[in-house]
């Protein structure tokens, strides 16, 4: 059964700082993976989507890698604003077309 | 063009009633997928809609059914409301399949008293 894992739960810096948050799971078979970001009582937002096939997808200040062989992906943040405050979330598609959700990265961004 | 729309945003039950949640995907859109977020237990896939067919379901018992409207809006179905069926249901839609990059609504939050 496949399974994610987000560490740590809660990361706390200050405003300038580059961060990397890591998301693990247990099987290789997978589609793709996503990572999002939540703010508090909202929905989610697609940061990045990287399919099976690709090493890594960047954005702006964002940069995701993608090791199955290892069962990583790290999610790399630049020069961290406190508008980056928010819950980061790992999401992979399985091989049975569900996605399965890591429990988050709560970040904050300290000004 | 529109993100995806969830009605209604906020919803207050009781023990035992039926409750419906709305999901308008993007257009051209043509997968839904619906996702329970609870405290306890993260995230978790309920099921996904194409073509108004059913095509994948998560495990959750049969008080949770949905359905897919020809136009893609889809709707989900929460019977005999338990307790624990309190949490934030989020509707996601994709251009063709869930292997597609999935664009999330803004949710609704149901509370059961």
């Known amino acids: 059964k496949q399974e994610v894992t987000q560490i740590p739960a809660a990361l706390s810096v200050p405003e300038g700082e580059n961060l990397v948050l890591n998301c693990s799971f247990t099987?290789?078979?997978?589609?793709?993976l996503q990572w999002f970001r939540q703010d508090p009582g909202k929905g989610l937002t697609s940061l990045l989507l990287i399919q099976s096939s690709q090493r890594e997808q960047t954005s702006g200040r964002l940069n995701a890698s993608l090791d199955k062989s290892s069962g990583r992906s790290t999610l790399y943040i630049a020069a961290s604003q406190p508008g980056d405050s928010a819950t980061y979330l790992c999401a992979l598609m399985d091989s049975n077309y569900q996605l399965i959700w890591g429990a988050g990265t709560k970040l904050i961004i300290k000004p | 063009k529109a993100g995806v729309t969830q009605t209604p945003r906020y919803l207050i039950k009781t023990r035992g009633q039926q409750v419906t949640l709305s999901c308008s995907p993007i257009?051209?859109?043509?997968?839904v997928s619906w996702y329970q977020q609870t405290p306890g237990q993260g995230l978790q896939f309920l099921f996904e809609y194409f073509s108004e067919t059913q095509r994948n379901k998560g495990n959750f018992p049969g008080r949770f059914s949905g359905r897919q409207f020809s136009n893609s809006r889809s709707e989900m179905n929460v019977s005999t409301l338990e307790l624990g069926d309190s949490a934030l249901y989020l509707c996601?839609?994709?251009?063709?399949?869930?292997?597609?990059?999935?664009?999330f609504g803004p949710g609704t939050r149901l509370t059961v008293t």
């Open positions: 996601a839609s994709s251009l063709d399949s869930p292997v597609d990059e999935q664009y």
């Open positions: 257009s051209g859109h043509r997968s």
């Open positions: 099987d290789s078979a997978i589609y793709n």
